[in-house]
């Protein structure tokens, strides 16, 4: 069956790239972003769809100098990413590199301590919220992707010369502010129900760029949050995304299927998210009766997203976010969370609030905030110097913006793993 699977891979890929050489790529980008949301539930619940060949499985591993070399004799392997990598001694060391290339790329130690300047686009381009917790303890997302293409605008319009890494990086903070706040337990706890609302998938999003974004993502979440779900609940899945799943879910284990479930109807959701939820705390769109938020005038988010216009094609119109419920902006988590976000930001995050252009910080350079933020490390261009060492990331300064936020709960010690905001 594994071997199907690679062969339509492969039939993708050379159909994929025909046809954008032809000038014709709508047919193959359907096919590759619905394969990519795929791919992205499916790596997040715990199958890796890149697996190889498991020989030397057992001949090598373990927690502590698991031989990689020199770089990692004496670092210490978190116990998620040996978990997810099934004991297979090679898929645990490039799972290492890759989760320790990223903690680098994206100062991972002090991203709950530094100002976010693409938080309020991000969420105003790409709909998702913080939604309370589940029966178990467990954090809630909601997640409405689409429309890529739009929030990729958005972004450049805004200065973000690499969109891309600037969502990664959004993402990054928003799950390490969950493990940190909502549900900072240890293995085998410490996870997330994710809800995915695909009716936002249109033809918008088989662009090339969009696809490569997409991808990007599913790759970052892999690497980055390895057995930190506790299920995803795919909902309004488009037509063709139960094809690929009646196909591929053969490929995963039974434990994996229990954690991903697809939705078709509002009863389905229901009854599925009742398994993990109060009635009470399901959105009215999935058949349950939260009402959280409502006031619409005393939503903080809401203000924020009136100023934000899409203006992606014929009249400006408000962006996605501003459409959404008030379960996607007032619940009580996702209220701390834009509190939080806003003190890192002294106030000013996102940058332009309409205006176009990146706001000021508490610094008073708000091209040298971008260029921390989009350089790919933790060195500022200016100075060379580490967040470390000057400007808004010092320690001293993080720890005098946790201390009055509250940001990075119990996962600011910096313990197991720099922090165990993932680990």
Not at 50 to 59: P, T, Y
């Amino acid at each position: 069956m594994w071997q199907a699977f690679v062969a339509l891979v492969q039939l993708l890929k050379l159909l994929d790239r025909l046809a954008w050489f032809l000038g014709r790529g709508a047919l193959a980008g359907i096919l590759w972003t619905i394969l990519a949301v795929w791919r992205l539930a499916l790596q997040c619940a715990g199958l890796d769809v890149d697996r190889k060949s498991r020989r030397g499985a057992h001949d090598r591993g373990g927690r502590r100098g698991a031989n990689f070399g020199d770089a990692f004799a004496t670092t210490e392997v978190p116990e998620r990413i040996v978990l997810s990598s099934r004991g297979d001694a090679n898929k645990l060391e490039a799972k290492m590199r890759g989760w320790t290339r990223w903690r680098e790329d994206y100062d991972i130690d002090n991203i709950l301590a530094t100002p976010k300047p693409s938080f309020e686009v991000v969420k105003a381009f790409y709909p998702h919220a913080l939604h309370g917790k589940t029966k178990s303890g467990h954090a809630i997302q909601m997640e409405a992707p689409g429309q890529f293409s739009k929030l990729i605008k958005a972004l450049r319009d805004r200065g973000f010369a690499n969109p891309t890494r600037a969502v990664v990086e959004h993402v990054s903070f928003v799950m390490s502010y969950a493990f940190a706040n909502v549900d900072p337990r240890n293995l085998p706890n410490g996870r997330i129900l994710r809800i995915i609302d695909m009716s936002r998938m249109d033809l918008a999003d088989t662009t090339y760029e969009a696809f490569m974004f997409l991808k990007t993502m599913a790759s970052s979440v892999s690497i980055a949050f390895p057995e930190r779900v506790h299920r995803v609940v795919i909902v309004n899945p488009p037509s063709g995304f139960g094809v690929l799943w009646s196909v591929f879910s053969p490929l995963a284990s039974p434990s994996t299927l229990a954690r991903v479930k697809v939705c078709k109807t509002t009863e389905e959701a229901r009854r599925v998210l009742e398994e993990d939820m109060d009635i009470r705390d399901i959105p009215r769109e999935y058949g349950g009766r939260c009402t959280c938020g409502g006031n619409r005038r005393g939503s903080p988010a809401l203000k924020i997203f009136g100023t934000f216009r899409d203006t992606g094609g014929g009249d400006a119109q408000l962006c996605p976010s501003a459409s959404m419920s008030s379960c996607w902006r007032d619940e009580a988590l996702e209220r701390e969370l834009w509190r939080d976000a806003a003190a890192l930001n002294a106030g000013s995050s996102g940058g332009s609030r309409g205006s176009g252009r990146e706001r000021r910080g508490k610094s008073g350079d708000s091209r040298g905030e971008r260029l921390r933020s989009e350089a790919g490390t933790p060195k500022t261009r200016r100075t060379g110097k580490t967040r470390g060492e000057t400007g808004t990331g010092t320690k001293g300064g993080a720890r005098e913006r946790r201390k009055r936020t509250g940001v990075g709960g119990e996962g600011a010690s910096g313990s197991e793993a720099s922090g165990s905001w993932f680990w």
